[in-house]
């Protein structure tokens, strides 16, 4: 046999051997990420609210790629609704997003003064990278701007 006619079959199986071992291995899709756990909320003074981002997932997990912190706000109704009331039903009347936002475990502190709304209830929620919805936060009285 001559040198080149072996060549070419060696030549072909090292290219086969390549391309298979080369590829990417696993999902090529990322895992959907876990929502946020609920920030911790507190007025620090009137229409002034103390937000401290969570640091975990709803899984446990280090908290990474919080984007946005979104203020919901709900008006009155005849009893104090849940969290997920005041999420699900509520209208967004603040967002702060990044650079603005501190680290996860950080306080950040949000000035609701120009919002002109009647009595109602608030909850504020962290949002992960992907448009991901946290936990909302406690519910917190929202008092009317005129008293």
Known sequence: MRPSS????????????????????????????????????????????????????????????????????????????TPEQVFSRGEVVLERSRPDLPGPGEKLTLNLRSLQRPAGWIVVVAVRVGNVPGRPSAVLPWLDPAI
Do not use: N, S, W
């Open 6 to 81: 072996l060549a070419k079959p060696l030549f072909a199986f090292i290219l086969g051997i390549l391309a298979v071992h080369c590829g990417r291995k696993g999902d090529p899709i990322p895992r959907p990420r876990a929502a946020a756990q609920a920030a911790e909320v507190q007025m620090d003074a009137l229409r002034v609210l103390a937000v401290t981002l969570p640091t975990l997932d709803v899984r446990g997990e280090p908290l990474v790629g919080v984007e946005q912190v979104r203020v919901l706000y709900l008006p009155l109704g005849l009893a104090r609704p």
